[in-house]
Structure formats: C-alpha cells, structure tokens
C-alpha cells in the first residue's frame, strides 16, 4: 500500500504553519533514491545524472541534488539562468533542447555547457557561434516503432525530437569540418516505464551505433546519454523500477559493445527527472467543499493549476487522507479542483474513506511535472513549495503567489488599476 512520507501529526502541523495547498519534498526520499542510483551506475566512472530542471526546477531541490553529485540539463534559456544563478558550468551542464532560438545556444555556449543538438540545421547555430565548442552531443531518432519484446514501447516516428540516422552522418561531417573534437549520443524513446528493460535496450541501440558512426566517420566519441524515461509507480498496483538491474543491464550492453570495440572509455549519463523527485514529492491539499449531485464530489483548494497530470493526460495520482490511510475505503468520490474546467478532476470514482471538511488530502507523486507544469488558469494562484528537511525541520522553498504577481505582468492603463 502507499503511504504518505510524512504521518498525518506531522502534516497538519506543516499545514498550520504554511497554509494550503502546498507541494511538499522529502530531502531524505530524495537522496536515498540518488545514492541508488549512482550505486547502480558505479561500475562506469563517467556516468553523470543530469536532472531534467523542468521537472523540479526549484533552487533547493537542485542543490540537495547537486551535493549528491548530479549535473542539470536545461532546455531554455531561462532554465539556463537559474543554473547559471545557481554557480553551474561545463560539463556539469546538459542543453537539450529543441526548435532553439539562436540565443539559447549562445547562452548554453558562454556557460560551456554541454550542447545537445536536436537537428541538422541546429549544426548552422553551432556555426554562429563566437567559437566552437569542443564536444557536441547529437539525439537520435530512429524512427518508426519503438519495441521491447514485441510490445509497442512508444513511437519515435510521430516525435518531434532527434534526428535521422543519415542526418546523424551528416551533422557530424560538418562538425568536424568546424573544429567539434568530441561527440555525444542521445536518444529518449520512451517516457514514464517502469520496465527493467528500457535503459538497456536504448544503451545497445545508442552504444551499436556510436561503434558503427565513430568507424564510419572517425569522430571520436566520449559519451552516450540515455536521457530521461524511467518511470515510477503511480498506481499500486504497479512495480517501481529497479535501479540496480537497470544499471547491470546497461553494464551488460557496454560489455558486449563498447569494450570489444574498444570504446571503454564512454561515459554513460542520463536525465533523468521524474525517477529523481516524483515518489518524493506530494501535493498537500485541504477537502473544502462537499458536493452531492449525480455523484458524490469532494472540491480542494488545490486544483489542475497545482498539478495538471490528471487533466492533461487523465494521468492516476495516488490519494491518502492524513490519519485515515487505515480507515475503511467505503465512500466513492470524484475529488476536483475550483477551475471552470470539467477536466478538474484529481480523481475520478476513487474508493477513499469518508472525507470531512478541514481533511488534509494528500496526491501522491507529485514531486516531478507537478508544480512546474502549473499555471494561472481562472487566476487560480501557484501554490508553494515546502521541504521536509533530513532532520525533520521544514523550510518555505518557494512561496505561494499572490494577486500582485498575477498582475505584475499587466500593462494597467492608470495606476487606479493597480493594486
Ligand atoms: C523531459 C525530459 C527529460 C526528463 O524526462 P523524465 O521523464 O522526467 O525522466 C530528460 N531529457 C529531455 C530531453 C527531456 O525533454
């Protein structure tokens, strides 16, 4: 059964003091889950884990990260920033990023970031650049279907990302025409699997073709990077991914390939985001509404705008009432939001215990894609983040807005208008 990191005592003591709603973290989840990870990878001394900032990008989260040896990988220009902020540079930072405006290369370039480039014509930005960087990444899209034993993975034909395997040949011939001394292979074929097998059977796809483009080309290659895509179980029913065999699996694949060919020396890195935060991360919400109509709902004051994965993909969050984790699960519920949006929907005929008003709700694995994807829909207001420190102290990491940062952006005509 899931059970929230933190007992329910504990909770409505955070509550008073911070308010509702509120995402809240667990330093100590967290960097368990890190340490396990480079366990599981230890065997190649290269291997780094760029976390995706999209995923968590909050100062705090980064740097309990940071001390436990992972880089970032940025996409935009502002992600760039807070990384730059926060005193990353080099090879401690990953720029994947697609459809890229000049200025977010010039941008990762000055902070000598590792650039990863999505598409041939991204080899042009490279030119525009005051100097040439010494290592380029390249993503790989090889198209079609994406397999694990016969079952349908996810389908790199219809994706935006990566390029062609020709065009692979192509990037590389012009940047090593430019002056580009060390190359990188990318590729993220499938998202959110919990599959032992998905780690390893990219790596042998990435790592077959760095032997067969390093023979075709003579581009010297340092590192493969298996990005992001390792799931987490949001559903009980689900089993978690199991770190340490994904990493023998991903050993097993560089054995076979990389060593006969005399490629040992790769670094193998990832991006990973939501296996890093999501399961240490929830959404503290508090019941206040009861609504009984053709169904029985329960309304929050969080809503999609806090956490949009229910709405946007009908995506399944795990939900704990504090203190009655135990209780009989004999009431369904649809447990919404306030937005305008029949999409609001948190849970959709849940089996939970009977819910009083002034209950603090808590949505489980909420620690990655939740408050970052949230928005001011309806003028709903981002909420704050807490996190619960190893010790068991709490710290305000980010504050919740409030009307003035809604209005901040708003060109009022005449300063009645103004708050
Ligand atoms: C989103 C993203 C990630 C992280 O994905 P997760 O599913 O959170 O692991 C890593 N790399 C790139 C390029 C991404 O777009």
New binding site residues.
């Given amino acids: 059964m899931k059970k929230p990191f933190v007992d329910a005592q504990t909770l409505h003591k955070i509550a008073a003091q911070y308010g509702t709603p509120f995402h809240l973290y667990d330093e100590k989840g967290i960097r368990a889950n890190a340490r396990r990870l480079h366990q599981a990878f230890a065997w190649n001394p290269g291997f780094k884990e760029y976390f995706?900032v999209?995923?968590t990008p909050n100062p705090a989260i980064l740097q309990i990260l940071r001390e436990e040896g992972c880089g970032v990988?940025c996409?935009t220009y502002t992600e760039l920033l807070l990384a730059e902020k926060l005193g990353y540079q080099g090879r401690e930072i990953m720029f994947?990023s697609n459809m890229t405006p000049l200025q977010d290369f010039e941008q990762a370039h000055r902070m000598r970031a590792i650039i990863?480039l999505d598409d041939l014509t991204d080899v042009e930005y490279i030119e525009k650049l005051p100097s040439i960087p010494e290592i380029v990444c390249l993503r790989y899209n090889p198209g079609g279907n994406f397999s694990i034993s016969n079952e349908i993975m996810d389908t790199p034909g219809e994706a935006k990302?990566g390029m062609t395997r020709p065009q692979l040949n192509l990037a590389i011939e012009r940047l090593l025409e430019l002056g580009v001394r060390e190359f990188g292979l990318?590729a993220?074929l499938a998202?959110?699997t919990t599959t032992n097998e998905y780690y390893p059977t990219l790596a042998k796809i990435l790592f077959e073709l760095v032997r067969d483009l390093q023979a075709e080309t003579g581009a010297h290659f340092t590192l493969v990077n298996l990005?992001?895509?390792?799931?987490v179980p949001y559903h009980p029913s689900e089993e978690p991914a199991d770190i340490m065999a994904i990493g023998a699996g991903v050993e097993r694949a560089f054995n076979e390939v990389l060593a006969p060919a005399g490629l040992g020396h790769l670094a193998v890195v990832a991006?990973?985001?939501?296996?890093?935060l999501a399961p240490y991360g929830h959404l503290i919400a508090k019941a206040i509404r009861r609504k009984e109509i053709y169904k029985d709902y329960i309304g929050l004051d969080a809503c999609a705008a806090d956490l949009m994965r229910p709405a946007m993909y009908g995506a399944y969050h795990h939900i704990s009432i504090a203190g009655k984790e135990d209780f009989p699960h004999d009431h369904i519920y649809d447990v919404v939001g306030g937005l305008c949006e029949n999409n609001d929907k948190f849970a959709v005929n849940r089996r939970l215990p009977r819910i009083e008003l002034g209950d603090l709700v808590v949505i489980h694995d909420t620690g990655?894609?939740g408050f970052s994807m949230g928005y001011n829909y309806n003028g709903k207001l981002r909420s704050a983040e807490v996190l619960l420190k190893s010790d068991g102290s709490t710290e305000l990491i980010r504050r919740a807005e409030t009307p003035e940062d809604y209005f901040a952006t708003l060109m009022l005509p005449t300063p009645s208008l103004r708050l």
């Fill in positions: 995706a999209k995923a990988d996409a994947s990863n990302y990318h993220f998202s959110n990005s992001g895509g390792i799931g991006e990973l985001g939501r296996f890093m990655a894609h």
